[in-house]
Every structure is written in structure tokens, then in C-alpha cells.
């Protein structure tokens, strides 16, 4: 017999729309007996700062990932699921998709944050990216947001 799920990665960033991917992610966890991995990426690319400038910039992208991480750390421990926090460096979806190839894993989970139509035009969205680029199921966990209705 074969589990759904063995490798699960949820990618945060701390905002209340991943969080909502995060509790997800957890509870398919518990349900499938899957490892999540809980994924922040720090996308620093467009920043050019001068050495001091980078060590404060340094300094509060650890502190981000940190509590992003420590969200979900709590809510996979209080469920006791086997878990792994991993930060990374680069764009978020090129990251998120090549960690996951990397892992083998089965499922991504990201938050969707329920942009207008012209924002995801002219920005693009991270979920909507690893959708096209990922081999893996994805899963996209929408908050409701009423303006944009």
C-alpha cells in the first residue's frame, strides 16, 4: 500500500494568507503522515545595499524568516509531525520549484493573496508560478477577500 503523501513543503512568508496555507499544510500532514517542510525564500535580488546597509537588510530578513518559520514549527509540533525548516535565497517560485524537485516531494501548499486581476498581470504571482513551473501537485489556499469580489 502507498501513502498520498510522503514529502509535503508549505511555503511561507509569514503573512496571514500563508499562514492559512500553514494550518492546511499541518493538517494534511496529520492525515497522511507526510514530513513537512516548511519553506521561506528571501528574495534579496533587487537590493544593492552598501556592507552596512546589508548587515541591518541581513539582520531583519532573518528575523522575517525566523517568525514565518517559527509559525509553522509551532503548529507541526503541537500536532507531532515530523518537520524540517529550510530558508533559502533567490526568486520564490524558482526556489520553491527547485527545492521541492530536489526533496522529491509530493505536494507544495502556498497562500494565495487574492489579488486583483490587473495586479496579477502586471506583478505575477509566486502561487502562480510554481503552478506552471512545478512537476508536483500544488495546492493553492485562497483567503477570502472581499474587495476583490
Known amino acids: 500500500m502507498t501513502t ?15 499562514k492559512k496555507a500553514v494550518n492546511t499544510a499541518v493538517h494534511l ?15 534579496v535580488s533587487s ?12 539582520e531583519n530578513i532573518k528575523r522575517e524568516a525566523n517568525a514565518a518559520l517559527s509559525y509553522v514549527i509551532e503548529k507541526a509540533d503541537a500536532e507531532h509531525i ?3 525548516s529550510v530558508n533559502l535565497s533567490g526568486a520564490a517560485a524558482q526556489e520553491i520549484v527547485q527545492y521541492a524537485n530536489s526533496i522529491d ?10 489579488k486583483k486581476a490587473i495586479e496579477r498581470i502586471l506583478l505575477g504571482s509566486v502561487s502562480e508560478k510554481v ?8 495546492l493553492v489556499v485562497k483567503s477570502p477577500n472581499p474587495e476583490n469580489e
Open 4 to 18: 498520498l503523501y510522503r514529502k509535503i513543503i508549505v511555503a511561507t512568508d509569514g503573512t496571514e494568507y500563508a
Open 29 to 43: 500532514s496529520k492525515l497522511t503522515g507526510a514530513k513537512l517542510y516548511g519553506l521561506y525564500v528571501s528574495d
Open 47 to 58: 537590493i544593492t545595499p552598501t556592507s552596512v546597509e546589508w548587515e541591518l537588510v541581513a
Open 82 to 84: 515530523e518537520f524540517e
Open 105 to 114: 516531494a509530493d505536494l507544495i501548499i502556498v497562500g494565495a493573496a487574492g
Open 131 to 138: 503552478i506552471r513551473n512545478a512537476k508536483q501537485q500544488v
